[in-house]
């Protein structure tokens, strides 16, 4: 070609981004795709809260604290309560201890139960009826949860309970200054205020009456009979169990335990007893555990914290005799298994009450006679998926069916156990709780996290603790709670930080505005990495290219 | 007016009222004087609304009026050279994005052996690098030349070099008339540049390009190269009904007998010696043939103004079918003999014209009205050579003296 | 440094943005509507830092000029990947000229922008390290010199990655490259003094200079921000790890500029007419092991007879961490 066909140049240019032409993604042979994970601390949570989503809303200050109370109670209607006595599970899983120190999110869970309660929140209150009526047995956690989660699938509830007052060992088995009263009783209110009818003083006592009565029968009467062993004892002895003085002091009546108090047991009950006989005016308080330390079932704050009060601990002993305040303590040593056996060496300890706390048992004489309703280790078998017991249409859920004995578990399993029985109600078949990926720790990126220290809940001095049933935690004021929240690190799920949008050297990520996250294009993703590798919360996975 | 000035005055005036927006350079012999001048009149103010950039090199002179002519600015240089040669990347960058820059060339021999002294060996190292070379003839012509380029150059975003002999053009005194800036303002349109860089219209300048592509865009702008006679003739044209002197064209037509030049001359005849040459060495022959015209000896000068791009088609015509044409070179391919030569030679391939090549003057060799003569003698008496070296001295250079650096023991 | 102290909101200074940060609060490259300055389509390899970088500082720079800046371009990748005809990734106007004269180019624009009294527009000049540090060292430093009004801005990937990974004088020692290979009894890029642009352009006493890394966004932006705010000649020295050059994971090239910087080897630093006014301090320090090890440039430090070089390079660290109290303390 030789022709004069083109107009003659003076140098090439071109337009701007006229690049946009050319498609470099199918250079990609990884592409990032964007995941939501669950978090350690949910997948921790027996009450199945989505603690990342409530404290997302947390964190945006006032104005997301109720929309973060109403995604907490979406789960567990007891906030307040669990704020204060929840051994909080998801905080000793949470990812942030590798960072610095774990979210203290039960202080966060206290501080929206208590503005809640301050401020008046309403729960929901179902629209319609589904025409169905349910009944519960009993008022602890489990019961309440179940109630609580039936009626706002719909259904009438009808809470019986045996006690004069609802709440079971809420009210019961813990110390008001670990529960103050007001807060458990605002927080039963106010699930009675969205139609919940709770009858005290009504114990359940002719299963198939029940039956005839109400379409379905969840039974959570809980475990409050003081676990028994036989200790040689004259007649002299001052023995009482341990939920007894609990109780007693719950409803007013403290009872009188002298200067020197033994406890018996190693559990959390052990401990409320042991810090409770401080309160009541012992000056001495003796743990008797047969175990090690490691080995002991309470929960390691509550035995930091009944130390902290000048309870002492006597490990590996058991109680071999009671005469009169004289006990007969025998040392034990640990098997090549952990088992204690007695060493038949001897000592004494002078003791005003012996305490026991070696357990407690759930009360099934409503089930005396029920075959179908198998009864195994003291507690209801029921299927585990459904809650269901070998009765069609009787559930039971918290401490009276096998699994953890913690308050927090009988919120999630009275949760399940509505579930269950909505499913059932409706001739469903409950779904299958589903198997979650964790977001664990090595996928995140914690460069990002800017070193911040738990904002400690000031705790009142041990002294006073002793000197009266005040509650011992005070709780965070908003914008401690709010810094607080700002410390999750939304494990496995983006929280619009622009790390991915800001760092893609391909300018092929997609801002979709506030809430909306990010899209990746992929006409020019090149699937380099960086933006998996950049993502703070792991909430990015490059999963290999298909073409 | 007419006034007495020195060639490198005449031209730093001159540029100076072709209103540049930016001029940048770096000091070289024999261009020295120009630059001093234009950045004595940009710290008086004569030289208005200029930046005048003193740059480290002759690379950065060369790169600032690529800036300076991106950004929207007429945009003036000066070099020699070494300096030229150093430029040299950024001088073919210049052209290969059309930023019509004017860069005067005070032609000076290149190294080494190192020297100073005026051979066109600089320019014509440089004469595929995309731009125009306008060769001077004489002051009068470097200075008038400049106004011709810039006007030349921007109309068809080509960069163009005024190429005038240093020390003898440069450093020279003639009596000459200037354009002055109110004639310059009414002879050249504002600068509207092709390519620029804006903000308002932003483009990517200085792309790269693929084999794809290369080859397409080297031919559109051979294109517009070949637009280029006409436009430096159509400017030259204009020059002369706007001033009413002779200045650039393409070949230069000298009267037969007076050896004047003259647009009217007729072309050569077949049986004429024409002497082809650029530069000030056209200033001798016009001395020193009309002697031989004299003496009977059919002798024709023709000048080029225009170098790049090469008239080919106006050299032609002046020559007319001459048998003997004469190139005087000032510059050298080494094993092949004048540069101009060969482009004259492909001008003249498939004609009768035999074409000889008198290399001369370089490194500032003086070039002898004698010599010349004689050249064109012999060249008539069918006794020249196809290469000749003017003025060669037998026993090549000095040897130095033996052991005269011997250190003392 | 300047940079704006944002509080801990999750993340605090350190990401990109974050949902709950007010608007004044968000770095440029948080916006929707950023200049994206250079845009996607581009052929910089994957996970260039270069390419990174590049869109943060011309945004910054974008944004602080109000839209009104011209850029200049030496020849290096990322020319290269960005204008292969006709297309171009750049929207601001963008010249590239040759290799060693952007510093030239630019000083011509703003001259021509300043006869044209249009000093409102600004200009940017941008190049590798070979095009600075190596061929283009006497243009960058008479636009020092002379201190034009000109931003330089140099992408340090530390060698000639376009042309096959050849060494520059910026390549560190004992780096492998094609033409410093790891063989012999001194692997690598010989073990000289190197030649650090940042003192180079500091010993200038220019009005700015600063160095940064794409580990750390809003200083990054901060400095530009502070470079535009000041008139005359600037100099940004910015590391940025290249996957192909180095021999690294591409999704590594954050981590490794990270890396660069908590462990002492690259100070990032900022200095104003010749002195130096402040350090980033090293908040979480790391072994230049952390640095070195994922690049495969340096795999022969960690076979046996890499001792040495290892402990030349631990004694690097610690020289810049005293030298610049890289940990805090006196400064």
Request: proline share 5%; aromatic share 6%.
């Amino acid at each position: 070609m030789n022709g004069h066909d083109a107009p003659p140049t003076v140098g090439l240019s071109t337009g701007p981004a006229t690049s946009l032409a050319y498609h470099t993604g199918t250079w990609r042979t990884e592409r990032p795709v964007y995941v939501d994970l669950a978090p350690p601390c949910s997948l921790g949570c027996p009450s199945g809260e989505d603690i990342r989503g409530w404290l997302g809303s947390v964190q945006e200050g006032e104005p997301g604290l109720e929309k973060a109370w109403r995604r907490l109670v979406a789960a567990n209607p007891l906030p307040a309560v669990m704020g204060r006595i929840c051994y909080h599970p998801c905080q000793t899983a949470c990812n942030r201890a590798e960072v610095d120190e774990e979210v203290g999110i039960n202080a966060v869970e206290r501080f929206l139960g208590d503005t809640a309660i301050e401020r008046g929140w309403a729960l929901p209150v179902p629209a319609a009826s589904s025409g169905r009526r349910v009944l519960v047995v009993g008022s602890g956690p489990a019961g309440l949860s179940a109630a609580y989660h039936l009626h706002q699938r719909g259904h009438e509830v009808v809470i019986r309970e045996a006690a004069a007052e609802p709440g079971g060992m809420l009210r019961y088995g813990i110390p008001a200054y670990r529960l103050p009263r007001d807060v458990l009783a605002a927080e039963i209110r106010r699930i009675e205020d969205t139609g919940v009818r709770i009858e005290c003083g009504a114990p359940v006592t002719d299963l198939r009456a029940a039956e005839a009565e109400f379409h379905a029968v969840v039974l959570t009467m809980g475990a409050g009979v003081a676990h028994h062993v036989d200790i040689p004892a004259g007649a002299a002895s001052h023995m009482v169990d341990a939920i007894d003085v609990l109780r007693d002091v719950a409803e007013g009546n403290a009872p009188l335990v002298g200067r020197r108090v033994a406890v018996y047991g190693g559990g959390n009950t052990a401990m409320d007893a042991a810090r409770t006989a401080r309160r009541l005016g012992a000056s001495d308080a003796v743990v008797v555990y047969r175990r090690t330390r490691e080995q002991m079932p309470a929960h390691p704050t509550e035995l930091e914290e009944a130390v902290g009060e000048g309870v002492r601990v006597q490990w590996l002993s058991t109680i071999a005799a009671v005469e009169g305040p004289h006990l007969t303590i025998e040392r034990m040593e640990l098997d090549e298994e952990g088992r204690p056996h007695g060493t038949g060496e001897f000592e004494e300890l002078d003791a005003d009450t012996v305490m026991l706390a070696v357990g407690q048992d759930a009360d099934l004489t409503l089930l005396e006679g029920a075959a179908d309703i198998s009864v195994e280790g003291g507690v209801v078998q029921v299927d585990p998926a459904t809650l269901m017991t070998g009765r069609e249409g009787v559930f039971a859920a918290g401490d009276v069916s096998p699994g953890s004995r913690t308050a927090t578990y009988a919120i999630g399993r009275g949760a399940r156990a509505a579930a269950a029985v909505d499913a059932y109600l409706a001739s469903r078949v409950l779904p299958a709780e589903p198997v979650e990926r964790e977001a664990t720790a090595s996928r995140l990126n914690s460069w990002y996290y800017s070193d911040a220290p738990k904002q400690h809940r000031s705790a009142l001095e041990a002294a006073r603790r002793v000197t009266g049933f005040e509650e011992v935690l005070s709780g965070l004021d908003t914008e401690h709670a709010v810094f607080e929240a700002r410390r999750c690190m939304s494990c496995g799920s983006c929280f619009e930080c622009d790390n991915c949008f800001g760092m893609c050297p391909d300018d092929a990520i997609t801002k979709l505005g506030p809430g909306m996250r990010y899209e990746i294009d992929y006409d020019y993703c090149k699937g380099c990495g960086i933006c998996a590798a950049e993502c703070p919360c792991g909430a990015i996975d490059m999963i290999p290219e298909v073409r | 007016m007419r006034e007495v000035l020195e060639g490198s005055q005449a031209v730093a005036r001159t540029v100076a009222r072709c209103r540049p927006g930016v001029v940048c350079a770096y000091p070289i012999s024999p261009q020295t004087h120009i630059v001093e001048a234009l950045s004595a009149m940009a710290r008086t103010g004569e030289l208005e609304g200029c930046e005048y950039v003193n740059v480290e090199s002759e690379f950065s002179a060369m790169s600032v009026s690529i800036g300076a002519s991106a950004a929207g600015s007429r945009a003036y240089t000066a070099t020699a050279s070494q300096g030229l040669l150093y430029m040299a990347e950024a001088v073919f960058n210049a052209a290969g994005m059309g930023l019509p820059i004017v860069m005067t060339v005070a032609n000076r021999a290149i190294g080494a052996p190192i020297n100073i002294w005026n051979d066109h060996s600089d320019a014509m190292a440089l004469r595929d690098a995309g731009w125009l070379q306008l060769y001077a003839a004489d002051n009068q012509e470097a200075a008038d030349l400049h106004v011709i380029a810039f006007a030349a150059a921007e109309e068809l975003g080509i960069p163009a070099m005024v190429c005038m002999d240093g020390f003898v053009l440069t450093h020279a005194t003639d009596v000459l008339e200037l354009a002055t800036a109110a004639e310059i303002d009414a002879f050249l349109p504002p600068y509207a540049p092709a390519q620029v860089l804006d903000i308002d219209h932003p483009t990517t300048i200085g792309t790269m390009a693929g084999p794809e592509s290369f080859t397409e865009t080297k031919y559109l702008q051979h294109l517009r190269f070949l637009d280029a006679a006409g436009v430096i003739e159509a400017w030259s044209e204009r020059f002369r009904e706007a001033f009413g002197r002779e200045a650039g064209g393409l070949a230069v037509r000298y009267a037969p007998d007076t050896l004047d030049r003259d647009r009217e001359a007729p072309p050569a005849d077949a049986g004429d010696v024409v002497v082809v040459a650029m530069g000030s060495v056209l200033g001798t022959l016009q001395a020193a043939l009309p002697a031989l015209r004299r003496e009977g000896v059919p002798v024709r000068l023709v000048g080029l103004s225009s170098f790049r791009p090469f008239p080919a088609t106006a050299l032609r015509e002046a020559l007319g079918g001459a048998r003997d044409v004469v190139v005087i070179d000032r510059a050298l391919e080494l094993g092949s003999g004048g540069v101009l030569t060969g482009d004259v030679g492909r001008a003249l391939a498939g004609t009768r014209s035999r074409v000889r090549s008198v290399v001369a003057g370089l490194g500032g060799r003086p070039i002898l009205e004698a010599s010349l003569q004689d050249v064109v003698r012999r060249a008539h008496a069918g006794e020249l050579e196809p290469l000749e070296f003017l003025d060669l001295k037998e026993g090549g250079v000095p040897v130095p003296h033996h052991g005269a650096t011997e250190v003392h023991r | 440094m300047t940079t704006v102290h944002i509080p801990f909101l999750q993340t605090g200074s350190l990401a990109v943005g974050g949902r709950l940060l007010s608007e004044d609060e968000r770095s440029v490259q948080s916006h929707t509507d950023r200049p994206s300055s250079l845009t996607k389509g581009h052929r910089a390899c994957q996970g260039c830092a270069e390419a990174l970088a590049a869109r943060w500082v011309m945004d910054t720079a974008v944004e602080a000029s109000g839209g009104r800046l011209i850029v200049a371009n030496a020849t290096g990748c990322l020319e290269v990947f960005s204008t292969l005809y006709p297309e171009s990734a750049w929207k601001p106007p963008w010249i590239h000229s040759v290799f060693a004269n952007a510093a030239a180019v630019a000083t011509g624009i703003a001259s021509s922008l300043h006869a044209q009294g249009k000093d409102d527009i600004r200009v940017l000049a941008q190049g590798g390290d070979g095009g600075t540090v190596d061929i283009g060292l006497a243009a960058v430093s008479g636009m020092f010199e002379r201190n034009d009004d000109v931003l330089y801005v140099c992408y340090d990937n530390q060698g000639y990655m376009n042309t096959g990974v050849q060494r520059s004088s910026a390549t560190p020692a004992a780096a492998r490259t094609a033409t410093t290979p790891a063989v012999g009894r001194a692997p690598g890029q010989a073990w000289g003094q190197g030649k650090s642009m940042v003192k180079i352009a500091m010993a200038h006493e220019i009005p700015y200079v600063a160095s940064a890394t794409p580990a750390d966004l809003r200083d990054l932006e901060a400095k530009v921000r502070t470079a535009m705010s000041i008139h005359g000649a600037r100099y940004l020295h910015v590391l940025v790890p290249c996957p192909v050059g180095w021999g690294s994971e591409s999704r590594l090239s954050i981590a490794l500029a990270r890396a660069a910087v908590q462990s002492g080897i690259f100070p990032v630093v900022e200095a104003r007419a010749g002195e130096l006014t402040d350090v980033q301090r090293i908040r979480e320090r790391v072994d230049v092991t952390e640095y070195l090890e994922p690049q495969a440039r340096f795999a022969h430090l960690f076979k046996p007879g890499g001792e040495d070089a290892l402990a030349r390079w631990r004694a690097v660290a610690e020289a810049n961490i005293r030298r610049y109290h890289l940990l805090g303390g006196e400064s």
